[in-house]
């Protein structure tokens, strides 16, 4: 049994406060002294941990720049693990804004299409937390994300406990 980790990049990978521009190949972090993925490490050796576990990107990244572009952009090792989005992202197929555009409802909708056994959400946003998420969240700080203090051992512990103790 593997577990399906939902997530967020902006706010767990480094802090959330970035600007997206029209053609750009990446956002840009509006925080100075930290750079995009400052914390991938931590994520990474989440994962050595538990091998099995596979990603779900839940992200605005993907609408606004497309799948294809925000996987290329997450580092390899994470990248390896990655199978899909929560949103589609197609350049061909332009992101429009629908009553289902709020990362909550596309995270809803893809746990009903994919229907995981096992579903961890990692994020900084507390609204994205559906109810049959709550004991399977990691939250971390929108500023220090995955660096916030205890949030890796509380990813690990969950994690384990998705996969089975692995």
């Known amino acids: 049994m593997a577990a399906t980790l939902y997530l967020g990049i902006d706010g767990v990978l480094h802090p959330r406060a970035t600007s997206f521009t029209r053609g750009e ?11 995009l993925f400052e914390n991938h490490s931590i994520l990474e050796r989440a994962l050595e941990l538990c091998p099995h576990t596979v990603v779900i990107v839940h992200s605005w990244w993907v609408p606004l720049l497309g799948y294809r572009r925000t996987v290329e952009a997450i580092p390899e ?3 390896a693990h990655v199978i899909g989005a929560t949103c589609h992202g197609n350049r061909l197929l332009p992101f429009t804004l629908t009553s ?6 596309w995270l809803r909708q893809d746990i009903l299409r994919r229907r995981p056994v096992t579903p961890v959400l ?8 559906l109810s049959m998420l709550a004991d399977s969240t990691c939250l971390v700080d929108a500023h220090e994300g995955l660096a916030t203090r205890g949030a890796s ?7 384990l406990a998705a996969n089975g103790g692995e």
């Open 25 to 35: 190949r990446l956002p840009k972090l509006r925080d100075t002294g930290h750079e």
């Open 77 to 79: 090792l994470l990248r």
């Open 100 to 105: 289902a555009t709020t990362r909550r409802e």
């Open 122 to 129: 990692l994020d900084c946003d507390a609204h994205q937390v």
């Open 153 to 159: 051992e509380r990813l690990v512990a969950l994690l």
